[in-house]
Every structure is written in C-alpha cells, then in structure tokens.
C-alpha cells in the first residue's frame, strides 16, 4: 500500500473484489478478442490487403455517404494524421480509394472506395460476420459472466 493512500480505498477495493472467476472471464474474453483479430488478419492477407488497408477501407464505407476526410480516418484507426495520409496514398496507388472534393466544401477532400475496393470489400466483411455469428455465443457467455 502507498504510504499517502489510506487503507481501504476505493481502487484497493475494487482490486480486492476481484475473484478469480473474473480474471477467468477476462483472459478468456481477450483471448477470444486475440482469435477474431487473428482471423480478421489472415482474411485480409487471404483478399490481398494487408489488414490496415482493410481497416482503412471498412472505415471509409462505414462512415457513410457524407465521405471521410484523411482527419476522420485517422481518428478512426487511432493513428496520426501523417500516419493516415500515408496510408491513404498507398491506397490511392493500389487504387483502392480515391480523393474527391467535398460537395459541400471544397477545401474539404473526401476519400471514396473504388469499385475493386468494394468487392474486396464485401467479401471480407461476409466472412467476418460469419465468423462474428460462430463466436457470438461464446462471447455473450463471457460478458454475462461478468458481475
């Protein structure tokens, strides 16, 4: 215990409070989390993206029809703007997305998915819920198990 934290507090509580069951859930819950990523990496090298172009691309379509700007993705995929303008360019190159002005404002550039980047696209994201629908009974265990 620190010497300037008085006995009983509240974060030596909720330590104690924490039974083996929980630790259980919890490493089982991340090891479950650790089994989709794995998933999800393998699919996207199997569909020739490296797995953050398809993050990149699956954010893009899920932001919607308004278009993500190069600021938006970064927030998204909790990188640095420079980070994500690189990116980007790659995925210019591999033309898998392309930079529009915005309708709405034209300093603003939107980043759009291109025909090749949608059918990569739909292909993975059917074998990810698949794969979702496979470990959705074991992870509803795991977060009902929690207090």
């Known amino acids: 215990m620190a010497a300037n934290s ?5 974060s030596e509580q909720a330590v104690g409070a924490i ?13 479950t989390l650790r089994r989709f990523l794995a998933f999800s990496e393998a699919a996207a090298r199997d569909g020739g993206l490296t797995p953050q172009q ?11 029809d308004g278009g993500m700007s190069i600021g938006d993705l970064a927030d998204k995929l909790l990188v640095r703007h420079h980070s994500a303008g690189e990116l980007v360019d790659r995925l210019v190159k591999a033309e898998l997305v392309t930079r529009l002005e915005s309708a709405d404002d034209r300093r603003r550039v939107v980043l759009v998915l291109t025909p090749q980047a ?13 794969e979702l629908r496979k470990t959705k009974p074991l992870l ?5 198990s929690l207090p």
């Open 54 to 64: 398809h993050q990149a691309i699956l954010a893009i379509k899920g932001h919607g």
């Open 19 to 31: 039974r083996q069951s929980d630790y259980r859930a919890l490493a089982e819950f991340r090891h």
């Open 6 to 10: 008085p006995a009983g507090s509240r």
């Open 140 to 144: 509803l265990q795991l977060l009902h």
């Open 118 to 130: 949608e059918a990569v696209l739909e292909a993975l994201s059917a074998a990810h819920l698949e």
